[in-house]
């Protein structure tokens, strides 16, 4: 296995198990049996590690959603897919954010970047399934990017909406299983907007 790969592996165990800011660059070397300063030939510190961890949780994501457009004909079952394969991601990610956010202080503004690098993927992504769908004669959309924000941006706002009072700590699968409703109940009602 590459070093690096293994490097963000363990990570990514440690940064979900234990958070942002108990987890130490030692605890990684030595779940790693390497020297601290083998890790820091890979990485310069903690949150370049934690950062390296979220870009490749965000293009497994990615790729997963991509193939999944690529094999599947139908644009509306993509779309229903996609709200099964972001839960999946969006627990990952809530796995190794549950820590305060005063931890993140020195990362705030590269993980704002990170994270705007991933709406725009995710936005080319979204695009292709309403150009599919377009095509197929079974969407009618004026504009397809404004189109593609719009259900990218209301999705994560009911997402953030329903977890707004939650403690990330504590969410179970029924909390999941809600959140699985109404997201479906979205995509349905956005489906019904865009058809022909």
């Known amino acids: ?112 970047a990170s994270w705007m690098q991933f709406r725009d993927k995710e936005k080319v992504e979204v695009t292709l399934i309403f150009e599919k769908g377009i095509k197929q004669g079974i969407f009618e959309i004026e504009n397809i990017e404004k189109t593609a924000l719009l259900f990218l941006d209301a999705f994560k706002g009911l997402v953030f909406y329903y977890l707004r009072h939650k403690d990330f700590n504590f969410i179970n699968e029924s909390d999941y299983q809600i959140l699985e409703e109404q997201l479906n109940l979205y995509t349905s009602i956005f489906v019904k907007g865009i058809k022909k």
């Open 1 to 112: 296995m590459d070093k690096t790969l293994e490097i963000l592996n363990v990570a990514q165990e440690l940064f979900g198990k234990y958070g942002f800011a108990k987890t130490t660059m030692t605890d990684i070397a030595n779940q790693l049996e390497m020297s601290k300063a083998s890790l820091y030939y890979y990485y310069v510190d903690k949150e370049s590690v934690y950062l390296a961890v979220i870009a490749k949780e965000q293009e497994q994501f990615i790729k997963m959603l991509h193939d999944f457009i690529l094999n599947t004909q139908n644009p509306e079952e993509i779309l229903y897919e996609y709200v099964q394969i972001r839960i999946k991601y969006f627990t990952a990610m809530l796995n190794l954010n549950r820590a305060r956010f005063d931890d993140f202080k020195g990362i705030k503004s590269a993980l704002g």
